[in-house]
C-alpha cells in the first residue's frame, strides 16, 4: 500500500472528516446529556425544597397550636408571643409551598386545600386567642377551645400535608431515577467521547506517523536514484568520450592510411604519364616508317592511354579531398574547446561583412536580429558554424528572388536557439536528415561541394553539447536551428 | 672522414613510396647510395651497430617515415637525437601526416626538415628535388663540432 496514493489520500481525508464529525456529534451529546442530567438534578433539589417547605409549614402549624395551648392554660406572655410569631410566618410558609408547586396541578389542588384548613385553623385559633386575653372570658376560651373545629382542621391538615409528601417522595424517588439514568447517559456519552478523541488522535497519529516514515522511505530512494543517477550519468559520458574518442581515431588512422597508397596511384600515374610521350613518339615513327608494324590495338592505345590516366588523376584528386575533409572532421573533434562570452550580434554582423562581395554579387542582404542572447561556448565552433550555414544560404539561394537570411536568437531555459532562415530554394523534408551526412548532398546539383558542410557543421554542434535540425520544404526557403547549451560546460563534453 | 660521401638511409615501409622517393632523388640527379629499410627494428640495427652504419662509419642522411609497422617514427628520431653520435646526423621527416602537432614535435626532438609526402606527385616530385638541393648543399659536420 503506498502512502502516496490518490485514493489513499482521499480515504485518509474521508476518515479524519468522519471522526471529526463522529467527535462533534459526541461532544453536541454530552452537552445535552450534561444539561439533561443538571435539569434532573434541579427537580430533585425542587421535590427536596417542597418537602422542606412542607415540614417547616407542619411545624409553624403545630407551634402555633401548641401556643395556643400553652397561652389558654397558663396565659403566659412567651406563650403569646410565640402565637403571635408563628402566626405571622405561616401565610410566608404557605406561600413558599405554593409558589414551589405551582408547576403540578394534582398538588395545587392540595395547597388550596391545606391554604383553606390553615386559614379556618389559623382563625379559629386567633379566636381563641383573642377571648383567652380578656379574662373573663378565658373559660368561654376554654369551653370553645374543646368544641372547636381545629382539632378536626389539624388533623385534616396533616393528613394532606402528608399526602402531599408521599407525593412529593414518590416525585423524588421518580426524580432521582430520573437523575440516574441521566447521569448514565452522560457517563456512557462522555466516555464514547473519550473513546472517539482517543481514537481520531491514534488515527491522526497513525497517518501522521505513516507520512513520516514514507516521507523518509522516498527521501531515502531519491537518494539513492540521485546517487545512481550521477553514476550513470557520469558512466554514460565516459563511454560516449571514449567512443567519442575512438571514432576520431578511426578516422585519423583510417585518412593517413588511405593516404598512403594514394600517394603510390598518385606518384605511379605519374610515372605512367611520363611514359606517355616515347611511347606516342615511338608509334608516329613506326606508322610514318613501317605502318605494318603498328596494329589497331597500338593506335588504340594511344589515344586511351591520355583518358585512363586523366580518370585516374581525376579520381586520386577526389579521394585526397574526401580524405582531407574526413582529416579536418578528425582533427576538428581533437580540438580543445576554450569557452568564451560570445556576442552573437557582432559574430553574425562580422561574417555578413566578410560574405559582403558575394552578397553584393548575388544582390542580397542579412539581418541580424537585436538582441542577441548571451552565450558562453566555443567562439571558433560557433563562428565556423555560422558562417557555414550562411554560405550555404547564399549558395543555394532561389535565382527567383532576392536573397534574404535573417540570423534570430532566443533564450529558452538552459539553451540558446538560434535560426538562420533564408528564402532560398529549400529541402525536400525527405532529405532534412540526409544533408547532414557526411558526403551526402541534397536538391539539384548545380553546386560544387563534397557534401562536407553541413557534416561539419553537426559534428561541431554535437561537440558544443547542441544540436541542428532543418525546418524546411522543397521552394520554401529553409530554416536552420541551432539549440546549444547557454553555458558551454567542457567537464561534460570533450 | 669529412670525405666520405654521403650514406642516404631511407626508412619506409611502404616500397612504392621508396620506389618514387628514390627514382625523384635520381632524378634529381644525386647519386648517393641509398640503403632501404622497411621497419624499424631493422633500420635501428644499422644505424647503431651495423659496421657499415652512420654510427660507425661516416656521414649519412636519413629519411624517416613516422608510420612504421612494428614501431613510430618518432621513436626512431628520439633515439637517433639522443645518440651522442648520431645526433648531428641530419634526418628529414617524410610522411603523409600533416598534422601541426606532430610536426611540432619533429622539430622539437630534432628533426632538420619535416616534409609532407603530397598526393599532387608534381608537388611531391618537386619537394624530393628540392631535398636533393638539400643535400648538395650540406657538408655533414664532423663529430664533436660546436
Redesign the interface.
Known amino acids: 500500500m503506498t502512502l502516496t496514493g490518490r485514493g489513499f489520500r482521499r480515504a485518509v481525508l474521508g476518515a479524519m472528516l468522519v471522526g471529526f464529525v463522529l467527535l462533534l456529534t459526541a461532544g453536541g451529546a454530552a452537552l445535552l446529556a450534561a444539561r439533561e442530567s443538571q435539569v434532573r438534578s434541579s427537580w430533585v433539589v425542587h421535590t427536596f425544597e417542597v418537602e422542606r417547605a412542607l415540614d417547616r409549614l407542619t411545624i409553624l402549624t403545630e407551634q402555633l397550636e401548641t401556643a395556643r395551648r400553652g397561652y389558654l392554660l397558663w396565659h403566659h406572655d412567651t406563650a403569646l408571643s410565640n402565637y403571635r410569631a408563628r402566626s405571622h410566618d405561616i401565610p410566608a410558609a404557605l406561600d413558599e409551598i405554593t409558589r414551589l408547586t405551582r408547576d403540578n396541578p394534582e398538588q395545587r389542588v392540595r395547597v388550596a386545600a391545606i391554604a383553606r384548613l390553615v386559614e379556618s385553623h389559623r382563625r379559629s385559633v386567633q379566636q381563641t386567642v383573642e377571648r383567652a386575653e380578656s379574662a373573663n372570658l378565658a373559660v368561654r376560651a376554654m369551653a370553645d377551645f374543646s368544641v372547636d373545629e381545629s382539632f378536626f382542621s389539624m388533623r385534616s391538615l396533616r393528613t394532606t400535608i402528608g399526602a402531599m409528601k408521599r407525593a412529593e417522595e414518590a416525585l423524588l424517588a421518580e426524580r432521582t431515577a430520573a437523575e440516574d439514568r441521566a447521569g448514565l447517559v452522560l457517563n456512557v456519552v462522555l466516555s464514547v467521547t473519550g473513546a472517539l478523541v482517543l481514537l481520531v488522535i491514534g488515527g491522526a497519529l497513525w497517518v501522521v506517523l505513516r507520512y513520516t516514515a514514507d516521507l523518509d522511505r522516498s527521501q531515502d530512494e531519491l537518494r539513492r536514484l540521485n546517487t545512481g543517477l550521477e553514476e550513470a550519468v557520469a558512466a554514460r559520458t565516459a563511454e560516449l568520450s571514449r567512443a567519442n574518442e575512438e571514432i576520431q581515431r578511426f578516422a585519423y588512422i583510417v585518412s593517413?592510411?588511405l593516404?598512403?597508397?594514394?600517394?603510390?596511384v598518385?606518384?605511379?600515374?605519374?610515372?605512367l604519364e611520363a611514359t606517355i610521350a616515347p611511347l606516342t613518339e615511338l608509334i608516329d615513327r613506326a606508322d610514318a616508317e613501317a605502318p605494318a608494324l603498328v596494329s589497331r590495338e597500338a593506335r588504340g592505345a594511344k589515344a586511351d592511354l591520355p583518358e585512363a590516366i586523366g580518370f585516374i588523376r581525376a579520381s586520386?584528386?577526389k579521394m585526397?579531398r574526401l580524405i582531407n575533409a574526413i582529416l579536418r572532421l578528425s582533427?576538428e573533434g581533437r580540438r580543445t574547446l576554450s569557452p568564451a562570452s560570445i556576442d552573437l550580434a557582432a559574430l553574425t554582423a562580422a561574417i555578413r561583412d566578410s560574405v559582403q562581395h558575394r552578397l553584393g554579387e548575388v544582390g542580397g542582404a542579412i539581418d541580424v536580429a537585436q538582441p542577441m542572447p548571451p552565450l558562453v561556448s566555443d567562439r571558433l565552433a560557433i563562428e565556423q558554424i555560422l558562417s557555414n550555414l550562411i554560405e550555404n544560404a547564399i549558395k543555394y539561394r532561389d535565382p527567383a528572388r532576392p536573397l534574404h537570411v535573417a540570423v534570430s536568437g532566443r533564450r529558452e531555459g538552459e539553451r540558446v536557439i538560434v535560426d538562420v532562415a533564408d528564402n532560398g530554394r529549400g529541402i525536400a523534408p525527405a532529405d532534412h536528415e540526409r544533408i547532414f551526412e557526411l558526403f551526402r548532398r541534397a536538391g539539384v546539383q548545380d553546386q560544387p561541394g563534397e557534401g562536407l558542410g553541413l557534416a561539419h557543421v553537426r559534428a561541431l554542434a554535437y561537440r558544443l553539447g547542441g544540436v541542428i535540425t532543418c525546418i524546411s520544404s522543397l521552394g520554401q526557403g529553409a530554416t536552420f536551428r541551432l539549440s546549444l547549451p547557454a553555458v558551454l560546460d567542457t567537464e561534460g563534453v570533450r | 672522414m669529412s670525405e666520405h660521401s654521403v650514406n642516404i638511409i631511407m626508412i619506409e615501409d611502404d616500397e612504392g613510396h621508396a620506389r618514387l622517393i628514390e627514382k625523384n632523388i635520381r632524378r634529381a640527379g644525386i647519386a648517393n647510395a641509398i640503403r632501404h629499410f622497411v621497419d624499424g627494428t631493422k633500420a635501428l640495427a644499422h644505424l647503431f651497430d651495423d659496421p657499415d652504419g652512420p654510427a660507425r662509419n661516416g656521414p649519412a642522411l636519413i629519411l624517416l617515415d613516422l608510420n612504421l609497422p612494428d614501431m613510430s617514427g618518432i621513436d626512431i628520431l628520439a633515439k637517433i637525437k639522443a645518440d651522442a653520435k648520431l645526433r648531428r646526423t641530419p634526418v628529414v621527416v617524410l610522411t603523409t601526416t600533416d598534422d601541426k602537432q606532430e610536426i611540432q614535435r619533429c622539430y622539437d626532438l630534432g628533426a632538420n626538415v619535416y616534409i609532407t609526402k603530397p598526393v599532387n606527385y608534381e608537388s611531391f616530385a618537386k619537394a624530393i628535388q628540392q631535398l636533393g638541393l638539400f643535400l648538395s648543399v650540406i657538408q655533414v659536420p664532423e663529430v664533436g663540432e660546436g
Do not use: C, I, K, Y
Request: hydrophobic share 30%; glycine share 6%; net charge negative.
Open positions: 593517413h592510411d593516404r598512403s597508397p594514394l600517394v603510390n598518385m606518384g605511379f600515374t605519374a610515372e586520386t584528386q585526397d582533427r
